[in-house]
């Protein structure tokens, strides 16, 4: 192989001691004036990252929703223990109020 069919990216090896080499594979595709193989196109590897981070990001949604859900969790039993306390929480004492405020948790949690 020529050198101009190998990709240009340097890779590092494995073991005790880093150290840098040309990659070793056919390049198949040309940006900017460089070659690359598929696994180091610039593109491919944007690509990849993008991919990834979209990943990370629909994690960390759903660690922040799951997180909301039991912060409303906690309101929510704080709210139950006064109830069943008897204690004043400023609500008249009506199904439908409580119904509200449940309500209104719920949805707090959900957005
Ligand atoms: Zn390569």
């Not at 990216?9 to 940006?31: E, F, N, Q, W």
């Not at 944007?46 to 660690?63: G, I, M, P, S, V």
């Not at 009506?94 to 209104?104: G, I, N, T, V, Y």
């Amino acid at each position: 192989m020529s050198e101009t069919d190998q990709c240009s990216r340097d890779v590092a090896t494995s073991g005790l001691r880093m150290h840098y080499h040309p990659c070793l594979r056919k390049a198949t595709i040309t940006r900017n004036g460089k070659r690359y193989c598929y696994q180091h196109d610039p593109e491919a590897v944007a690509a990849r990252q993008k991919k990834l981070h979209a990943k990370w990001q629909a994690e960390w949604d759903a660690d922040e929703k799951k997180w909301r859900r039991g912060q409303a969790a906690f309101k929510a039993l704080a709210l139950l223990e006064k109830i069943l306390t008897g204690a004043d929480v400023g609500l008249p004492v009506l199904p439908l109020a409580w119904e509200r405020k449940a309500k209104r948790i719920v949805k707090e949690a959900n957005t």
